[in-house]
Every structure is written in C-alpha cells, then in structure tokens.
C-alpha cells in the first residue's frame, strides 16, 4: 500500500513538471522557431512558419465588395474567436484552472521561486512570518534574486522576441548593436518581472491575471466541477500532521475548506501529493482527493437559497 502511494504521487508531480517544462520551453523558443508571433515590422502574425495576413491584402480589399471583405474577416477571424473562447470557458468550468497548475509559464516560475526561497528562509513567500533562526544568508539572497534576474530577462527577451524577428533580435543583442527602443523595453520588462517573481508573484495569481480570474469564475459556476476535497469524516487523522497540505499549496490557500475559500486554486495537487506522503502509511489513504464536486452553497459563487419544493403537509405526515 505504501509503495502503491509513493508510486501514484510521483506520478502525478512528474506528469506535471514534464507538461510545465514543456509548455515553458515552447513559450520561449515559439517566437524563434517562428509558430507564433506578431511581426510588428511587417504588422502580421506569423503562425507555423507561414504569414497570416486573414487574406486581407490590401490590392485585393480595394478591388472586392463590402460583402467579401466582411467574409474573409469572419471566417478568419470572428469564426476562431467563437470557436476558442467557448471551449476554453468550457475546459475552466469542468476542470478549473488547471492550464495554470499544469501548463503556465508564470506559475512554473512560482513554483521555482517558492521552493528556492523555502530552502533559504523556511517560508516559501516574504509576506509570511520569518520562522526563527532562518533569516537566510547574505549570499544566498544575492543568489536568489539573480535566479528571479535571470529569468525576469528572459521573460523579457521572449516577450520582445514576440514583436520583433527573433534572430536579428538576438544577434543585434550578442554583437551589442541593440537599438535604443528594444534596449529601454528590455531593462523596463527585466525589473518589472523580477519584482514580480520576488515579491508579488502570487499576488499576480491571485488578482492580477485576468485570465486566470475568468477560469476561477468558469469553475465556481460549476458546482460539480472537479476540485480538491476533504474527507471530513477522517479528519481526526490530520492531529498529528503539521499542515503539510497547507504549507505545499504554491498559492497559500486552506487547501481543506470549501470550494470558495479556494477561489484562485491552479489544480496543481500538490496538497494531495503532500496528504499521500503524510498518509502513506495509513491503511485509508490520503484524505484530499481531486474529484467531482457536490453541489451546494460552498461549492457556487454566488450561494443560492433553494427552496423545498415537497408541500409542507407531506413532510409532516
């Protein structure tokens, strides 16, 4: 049972960092490999290798009809739009946020930070309370905001290789030729997300991505969508725990509670990794599980008073 336990946890985090690693890598090198950008020199994207322009060249917008522009901007570009948004509201609705949790680059580089600052301080965020005796030093905060430097120019780079042709972009940044523009927005970007990843980077989760806030949104209208439960009728198994749940989740959220009081959860597991390893050598089994919701007022946004519909008189009798 216990090598069962172990087994399934390290699956789960390990199918994670594979997808996370994954998606990060294709979020710095797509530019580069040209699958998708905005080629602000040429006003186009350039999607797959190939120029996407909606067939709106303008020889050709100058000799068609209203009604032909009009076609060619909804097929190209209305008609995709309906066709994503839809399905990306309805993967929120079933399964949360979990392209934050499994996928996204900003909550990968949460995750990194956390565990980094967790080993320096004993706290994976500064707005939490120093543990005594683990103040961290010197040289290893000097180590960790290079880390969060690091990766802020990185960001940056990729952010500015979405505009701009990737490889004259690189080139003119290794030769030093790198002109005056491209330069301000690389040192502007940089600082701005390095003092993210340092101090703010869950607070971004939280309220500053939007589009992180419309999938909590999709998924609290939802009272059967997947989410972390507890089993409440086992919770004297948790006495002798430290909160190990609590102290896992990359956001700082009561990983116990009801649906709302987890507004902003990713579905990354990592409390119910954490609940296996503290139970893995209980008969029973972790008691937070990552399945169907039932439906009632902590599980909705906006909570509902349903009315009995059976006449009073039969309830009664």
């Excluded at 006003?43 to 076609?71: H, K």
């Excluded at 120019?153 to 290794?174: C, K, Q, R, V």
Aim: hydrophobic share 45%.
């Amino acid at each position: 049972m216990q090598a069962q336990a172990n087994q399934h946890k390290d699956r789960l985090q390990t199918k994670r960092l594979v997808t996370r690693s994954g998606f990060f890598l294709l979020f710095l090198l797509a530019p580069a490999l040209n699958l998708f950008r905005y080629d602000l020199t040429e006003t186009r994207f350039i999607v797959f290798g190939f120029p996407l322009s909606f067939n709106l060249d303008l020889t050709w917008v100058a000799q068609s009809s209203p009604a032909d522009v009009a076609g060619q901007i909804l097929f190209w570009f209305i008609l995709p739009i309906l066709v994503l948004v839809p399905l990306v509201l309805w993967v929120a609705w079933r399964w949360g946020r979990i392209y934050c949790g499994w996928l996204c680059p900003h909550f990968s580089v949460v995750e990194t930070v956390n565990h980094l600052m967790t080993r320096i301080t004993g706290r994976p965020t500064l707005w939490e309370a120093l543990k005594k005796g683990r103040r961290g030093k010197a040289i290893h905060w000097a180590g960790l905001t290079l880390v969060c430097g690091l990766i802020g120019f990185s960001w940056a780079l990729a952010m500015l290789s979405y505009l701009l042709p990737p490889i004259p972009l690189y080139t003119d940044l290794i030769t030093g030729n790198l002109g005056f523009y491209p330069a301000v927005f690389l040192g502007v970007a940089s600082t701005l997300f390095t003092l993210d990843f340092l101090f703010a980077r869950h607070l971004f989760c939280k309220y500053g991505c939007a589009f992180g806030v419309v999938q909590s949104i999709a998924w609290m209208t939802n009272g059967r969508a997947r989410m972390v439960t507890f089993d409440t009728e086992r919770a004297a198994a948790c006495r002798d725990c430290t909160k190990a749940c609590d102290e896992a989740c990359p956001m700082r959220l009561p990983t116990r509670s009801h649906k709302r009081a987890k507004f902003t959860c990713t579905q990354c597991l990592q409390c119910v990794s954490a609940c296996r390893e503290v139970q893995k050598n209980n008969p029973e089994g972790s008691l937070l599980h990552w399945e169907p919701g039932e439906a009632n007022r902590q599980t909705v946004l906006i909570p509902v008073h349903q009315l009995d519909s059976e006449p009073a008189g039969r309830r009664g009798g």
